[in-house]
């Protein structure tokens, strides 16, 4: 390392070397099951790893990140990734060599391998979490990144995937969580009937969003508005301040019968406009936000 805190090597040049090949692997699911590392690409998504990296190992417990690539361009830009990156193998890479170990056609000038963050289930129950996002046999990748980040970004304490939903290690649905996937607990291919059982040993609600629901988003939330501004004979279905856990389906079909029948309540987002609905990164952000308003307001 040079004062600037890079490498002094030259930059790895070569986008057929047998290292270059190796990481770019990752790119692919039998790679990264075998392995249990994964590729995080651009900024943003290298930052918030980097973070976690160092937040786990100043705990004495085991670090994320295994390697990082960055052109000198992206240090230059950003001269913080280097100084996060201390104690972590920092290689410099040109942009070919980037190009051949990202997934995307333009890559944004850093690669991280990092190891899987997925926790267990019984870990993130224990907790005592007062708001979950459950993605219900969710296939495609850019869509679980954004439900990941909308849980975020509304306070959330935790994701669960089901059995059958998109691998969140997926390279598009790791770059759509926008750094989310380090921020926050996150269960793989749990089983929807332990994740329900689990929720209501622990006294924590389910709710199914579901276009079709009997309850509406909206009047629910102006009626738990009335009963904590103390108005007489107000009452709500639903509180949405207490603890919990919202389903969400496949973005084609929805939530199945079985998984609707496990809800204590059907919830829909109503629709105001000509749209026959919303799409399912928006459906759960304001789902996710309806009970985050709550909860904070009590």
Not at 82 to 105: I, W
Not at 112 to 139: N, T
Not at 167 to 189: E, M, W
Not at 253 to 282: I, K, M
Request: aromatic share 4%.
């Amino acid at each position: 390392m040079n004062e600037t805190g890079r490498p002094q090597e030259l930059p790895m040049s070569n986008p057929r070397a047998d290292r270059v090949r190796d990481v770019a692997k990752l790119a692919g699911r039998p790679a990264r099951l075998k392995r249990g590392r994964f590729l995080a690409e651009g900024p943003q998504a290298v930052r918030e790893a980097l973070v976690l990296h160092r937040e786990r190992t100043a705990a004495g417990e085991s670090g994320v990140v295994h390697e990082v690539f960055a052109s000198e361009s992206c240090l230059d830009r950003l001269p913080e990734l280097a100084e996060l990156a201390d104690g972590v193998a920092l290689r410099l890479a040109n942009d070919d060599v980037l190009a051949a170990m990202a997934d995307t056609v333009n890559p944004q000038g850093i690669v991280a391998v990092c190891s899987f963050v997925d926790v267990s289930l019984e870990s993130v129950l224990d907790a005592g979490p007062r708001l979950i996002a459950v993605m219900c046999q969710v296939r495609d990748p850019g869509n679980a990144g954004t439900v990941l980040r909308a849980a975020d970004a509304a306070g959330a304490d935790a994701v669960v995937l089901t059995a059958s939903s998109v691998d969140i290690y997926n390279p598009k649905a790791v770059r759509s969580t926008a750094g989310s996937l380090f921020h926050l607990p996150v269960v793989l291919g749990a089983d929807i009937g332990e994740l329900v059982a689990g929720c209501k040993e622990r006294g924590i609600g389910i709710l199914a969003a579901d276009g079709y629901g009997t309850l509406n988003l909206d009047k629910l939330q102006d009626e738990n508005a009335a009963r904590r501004l103390g108005a007489s004979a107000a009452s709500s279905a639903y509180a949405l301040e207490a603890p919990t856990a919202w389903l969400f389906g496949n973005e084609a079909q929805g939530l199945s019968d079985s998984e609707l029948a496990l809800a204590d309540h059907r919830v829909a987002v109503p629709v105001y406009g000509s749209a026959e609905s919303l799409n399912l990164g928006t459906a759960a952000t304001v789902c996710l936000y309806a009970s985050a308003r709550s909860q904070q307001a009590s």
